[in-house]
């Protein structure tokens, strides 16, 4: 690498493209559960009150989650531009990543699991794909 401070080779390029490529795919990512979001509303409008209520509920935890996940951009990529000891800091990204990462997936991977017992008659396999998206990752 060359002793450029600013150049695509400098060390400040390598921390901050992927933390970049991050929050842009997130801002996809909600556009997208936006669509569904919408599309859902018009395509199941008599669904029960505890389905609509879980449905908009994961959208606003997406809402909040971008939310999040911007301000912890700007706090390394506007506020501190440019001090590598800035880029450091945790912020918010302890709480808006690994914790509402895990309790959005967990409840979408539960609700298939009562969708697939409801729908399919079936009571073992929705207790093993439970059982497994509850399982810790051991690469924590």
Not at 54 to 79: E, K, P, R, S
Not at 107 to 129: A, E, H, N, S, Y
């Amino acid at each position: 690498m060359s002793s450029n401070a600013t150049g695509p080779d400098s060390p400040l390029a390598y921390l901050v493209g992927p933390l970049v490529m991050g929050f842009l795919f997130n801002w996809g990512l909600l556009g997208i559960l936006s669509v569904q979001t919408v599309i859902y509303h018009l395509s199941f409008p008599h669904d029960t009150v505890a389905v609509k209520a879980l449905v908009y509920g994961i959208f606003v935890a997406g809402c909040v989650q971008t939310a999040l996940i911007t301000q912890d951009a700007f706090q390394w990529l506007v506020y501190s531009w440019g001090s590598m000891e800035r880029l450091e800091a945790i912020n918010l990204s302890w709480f808006d990543v690994p914790v509402m990462d895990g309790c959005i997936s967990a409840t979408v991977q539960l609700f298939f699991c009562w969708r697939i017992r409801v729908l399919g008659d079936m009571k073992v396999l929705p207790l093993i794909i439970a059982m497994v998206c509850s399982t810790p990752s051991k690469h924590i």
